[in-house]
């Protein structure tokens, strides 16, 4: 939100240097390919197998998120970065999706829900 005023939240000490774990994400842009929500349970099997692991475990650790993990794809507009969309999620409803974000992407990606520029 550096665009609106806002700083990134941050849990690092004042006089410590501070790594921003979402850095990498940042210009990585999602793109959605249609307008309406993504049908995940259809289109799971079309996933490659390392990629349904992958999917299964963000569902087992990330159970109480889900909904959150829709939110980030509402916030996908075209312009937000995921870094933008992960802090957007947090301050929407306090969950730090940051380890699951970018699979999360990933996998829309590989499913053509999603395109990452």
């Known amino acids: 939100f550096q665009s609106e005023g806002l700083d990134a939240p941050t849990d690092c000490l004042a006089s410590e240097p501070c790594e921003d774990p979402l850095s990498d994400l ?15 349970k259809k289109l799971l ?9 992958q999917w299964a475990e963000i569902q087992d650790r990330a159970r109480s998120h889900m909904a959150a993990l829709i939110l980030a794809v ?3 507009n075209g ?8 802090r957007r999620v947090r301050l929407e409803c306090g ?14 990606e590989e499913l053509g829900i999603v395109k990452i520029k």
């Open 26 to 40: 940042r210009g990585r842009v999602p793109v959605r390919l249609h307008r309406s929500p993504p049908s995940l």
């Open 45 to 53: 099997p079309d996933l490659s197998p390392e990629r349904r692991r």
């Open 74 to 76: 509402y916030w996908a």
């Open 79 to 86: 312009e937000r970065d995921i870094a933008e969309i992960c």
């Open 95 to 108: 969950i730090d999706l940051s380890e699951h974000i970018e699979l999360l992407f990933a996998t829309l």
